[in-house]
Nanobody, 123 residues
C-alpha cells in the first residue's frame, strides 16, 4: 500500500489548510486512519484518527476544536481540515493506516505510512 499525502504549504497564522491522503489501492476501508506530525527536532506525535466507518474520531488536545479528520472510503482517501493554524502547528504531516478498525492514537498501531507533507505556519 502506498499513501500519497498532499495539501501542505506555507500559510500565515489564522489561515486554513486541507490535507489529503490517498491510498494506492482498496485496503483502507476496514481500517482506522490517522494523521501524525513531526516538528524539527521533535518526535512524531499523534494528531487525529478516524474509525473505518467514519463514525468515531479522536484528536490530540493541541488541535481539538481546530482540526477535523474525515474520510471517503469510495476514494480511499483521508482528509485533515486545519483551521486557525498556529506557528506551533508547523511540522511534516503524515497519514497512516491502522492495523485496527477502531480509533487509536498509538503510533505502533499504524502499519502503513505516507511520505509526509510539510505545513509551515508563519506568525
Amino acid at each position: 500500500v502506498q499513501l500519497q499525502a498532499s495539501g501542505g504549504g506555507l500559510v500565515q497564522a489564522g489561515d486554513s489548510l486541507r490535507l489529503s491522503c490517498a491510498a494506492s489501492r482498496r485496503t483502507t476501508s476496514n481500517n482506522a486512519l490517522g494523521w501524525f506530525r513531526q516538528a524539527p527536532g521533535k518526535e512524531r506525535e499523534f494528531v487525529a484518527t478516524i474509525s473505518w466507518r467514519g463514525d468515531a474520531t479522536n484528536y490530540a488536545d493541541t488541535v481539538k476544536g481546530r482540526f477535523t479528520i474525515s474520510r471517503d472510503n469510495s476514494k480511499n482517501t483521508v482528509y485533515l481540515q486545519m483551521n486557525d493554524l498556529k506557528p506551533e502547528d508547523t511540522a511534516v504531516y503524515y497519514c497512516a493506516v491502522s492495523l485496527y478498525s477502531t480509533t487509536t492514537s498509538r503510533r505502533e498501531s499504524y502499519r502503513y505510512w505516507g511520505q509526509g507533507t510539510l505545513v509551515t505556519v508563519s506568525s
